[in-house]
């Protein structure tokens, strides 16, 4: 079973616009943490946002925002005012460290276009 | 920037020949992982070293193996290279072992074609 569900293959916004990129995870550890990723068309994965299991509030980070809801397991990420050098391919990942020497695990990632 | 250094960034070999992918992790991470990006089977983690030990293997063949030098950085070795190997080869570092959540942090990322 898919442990980390991006269901958006492509998204479209246009610039200073927010938008939301969706996720939802599988685990059934009380411990994990969720993870988002930036990779641009040049390739390297950038490190977006961090949101652990048992934090209270939703990570902010920035323009980047984490609506965390973790009876529903979702962990979505909302970009607000979108520039155009937000698109990009956008990953969604965990890690459940717990399991003994899990790395992270990745969604299948979304496309995200912005317009002017 | 992310402080997590590869090389080479490209290169191009056939198949049947082995190479090496080299990575420097960022100063202070002990933490290093190996992933893997294709198309088709999208990013999946190959294998992670520890302070030079192996913690813990993914979805790494038989062919490929790696190991962290005492200086910290690692290699990838990959041989009898197929053409299925082609993808987009990432480093990645953390400070702590496989029980922290903090980030991993990518390097550019080595991009290897078999033709």
């Known amino acids: 079973a898919q442990k980390i569900t991006q269901t958006q293959p492509g998204m479209f916004v246009q610039e200073k616009e927010a938008v939301t990129l969706d996720c939802t995870y599988d685990?059934?550890?009380?411990?994990?943490?969720l993870f988002w990723y930036k990779q641009p068309s040049s390739g390297e994965m950038i490190f977006l946002i961090y949101q652990g299991s048992y934090d209270q509030q939703n990570a902010t980070e920035g323009r980047y925002s984490l609506n965390f809801q973790k009876a529903r397991k979702s962990a979505n990420l909302v970009i607000s005012a979108s520039q155009l050098g937000d698109s990009a391919m956008y990953f969604c990942?965990?890690?459940?460290?717990?399991?003994?020497?899990?790395?992270?695990?990745f969604g299948k990632g979304t496309t995200l276009s912005v317009s002017s | 920037d992310s402080g997590v250094t590869q090389t080479p960034k490209h290169l191009i070999t056939a198949t049947g020949q082995r190479v090496t992918l080299r990575c420097s992790p960022r100063?202070?991470?002990?933490?290093v992982y190996w992933y893997q990006q294709s198309l088709d089977q999208g990013l999946q983690f190959l294998i992670q070293y520890y302070n030079g030990e192996e913690r813990a293997k993914g979805n790494i063949l038989e062919r490929f193996s790696a190991q962290q030098f005492p200086d910290l950085h690692s290699e990838l070795n990959l041989s009898s290279l197929e053409l299925g190997d082609s993808a987009l080869y990432f480093c990645?570092?953390?400070?702590?072992?496989?029980?922290?959540?903090?980030?991993?942090?990518f390097g550019d990322g080595t991009r290897l074609s078999i033709l």
């Open positions: 990645a570092s953390s400070a702590g072992d496989s029980y922290s959540n903090q980030p991993q942090h």
């Open positions: 990942a965990m890690r459940e460290p717990n399991q003994a020497g899990t790395a992270l695990i």
């Open positions: 100063s202070g991470d002990l933490s």
């Open positions: 685990t059934s550890d009380p411990s994990y943490g």
